[in-house]
């Protein structure tokens, strides 16, 4: 025993710089550990992301057919609304024309059954006579 005592004395130095080195490794395990750990849950984030990232990616692809779609519809209706401005306008006119004959005629109507009320009257009279 006092061998073992009288080398532990001798190598106290080395003893301690191989305890030292010990809790390195130690240290050093636990971090690789942790760091593993690190990385699988980088990992795991990274796959969530590119999940997100192709669905917005889609997301994106349909906005913009849609968008391209609208701007087509717009565009024909741009080229659609002068042209229904017209369509209108000739309506219009076409209506307040048939208006105009209608009363037209019926005010030739009118005069018409005017006079006609007007002879049968003189008729009358003159048969009265």
Avoid: H
Avoid at 67 to 84: F, G, T, V, W
């Amino acid at each position: 025993m006092s061998n073992d005592l009288s080398f532990e004395k001798d190598n106290a130095f080395l003893l301690s710089k191989f305890e030292e080195v010990n809790g390195l490794i130690a240290s050093l395990k636990s971090q690789s550990k942790s760091q593993k750990s690190q990385i699988l849950g980088l990992e795991y984030k990274i796959e969530n992301l590119e999940s997100q990232i192709k669905t917005l990616k889609k997301n994106n692809q349909l906005l913009k057919e849609e968008n391209a779609e609208l701007r087509e519809k717009m565009s024909d209706e741009d080229r659609l609304i002068p042209q229904n401005f017209k369509i209108r306008n000739k309506i219009v006119k076409i209506v307040s024309d048939i208006e105009d004959k209608e009363s037209t005629e019926q005010q030739s109507l009118k005069d018409l059954l005017s006079m006609l009320i007007e002879e049968i009257d003189f008729c009358v009279n003159q048969l009265a006579k």
